[in-house]
Structures are given as structure tokens and as C-alpha cells.
């Protein structure tokens, strides 16, 4: 498993079940502020490795994750763990918010 993929939305309620954290972002292709986002992501899949999972789910393919969670706004970066959402940013963040997020959400 790579450390940062792009799940489908049936990965991704397989990966909600997760008693890990678990750092979704939802995104698009063509969006800037999601390009923007992404290395963030893939810097803090590789820094918390083993203690979070992370995905990144692309709306336009799965809109129905993209309902199912109230994302209105991308990039929206939602925290989960055992399913239950714990915080939730709109917008690209930087990488010490999310991780100070993380840090609260253990």
C-alpha cells in the first residue's frame, strides 16, 4: 500500500472501519489549491506512517463520498477515526496545522 492513494468510495468506508486516525482529503484534478495540498498530504503520510492512514478521495469520481460527508468546498481535509469525524479544514492548510490536529485527535 502506498502511503498516499486515491480511494474509491468503497475504500474509503473500508478505511473509516480504521482504529487508526485516518486523514481524508477530498480533492480535484484540475483544482490548484488541491495540486497545492497534495505534497502536504504526501509529507504527512510519510511522517506519520503507521499511526494514521491517509487517502485522498477525487469528487468528481465519487460524488457520493463527496454528499455522504458534506463537502461542499475543495480541498476539504476531514479527520476520522472508528468512522466518527473529529475535525474538519476547508481550504489548503499548512503542514504544522494538520499535524497539530492529528496531535489533538490521538
Do not use: Y
Request: charged share 20%.
Amino acid at each position: 500500500m502506498l502511503l498516499l492513494e486515491e480511494w474509491t468510495e468503497t475504500i474509503l468506508a473500508r478505511m473509516l472501519c480504521e482504529p487508526r486516525l485516518v486523514m481524508v482529503e477530498f480533492f480535484a484534478h484540475w483544482c490548484a489549491q488541491s495540486a497545492a495540498q497534495e505534497p502536504v498530504m504526501r509529507a504527512l503520510a510519510q511522517k506519520w506512517s503507521g499511526q494514521s492512514v491517509f487517502g485522498r478521495v477525487e469528487v468528481e469520481r465519487w460524488p457520493g463520498a463527496m454528499e455522504r460527508h458534506h463537502v461542499s468546498s475543495i480541498p476539504t481535509l476531514i479527520i476520522f477515526k472508528n468512522g466518527e469525524e473529529l475535525s474538519r479544514f476547508v481550504g489548503v492548510q499548512p503542514q504544522d496545522t494538520l499535524e497539530a490536529a492529528l496531535r489533538s485527535c490521538m
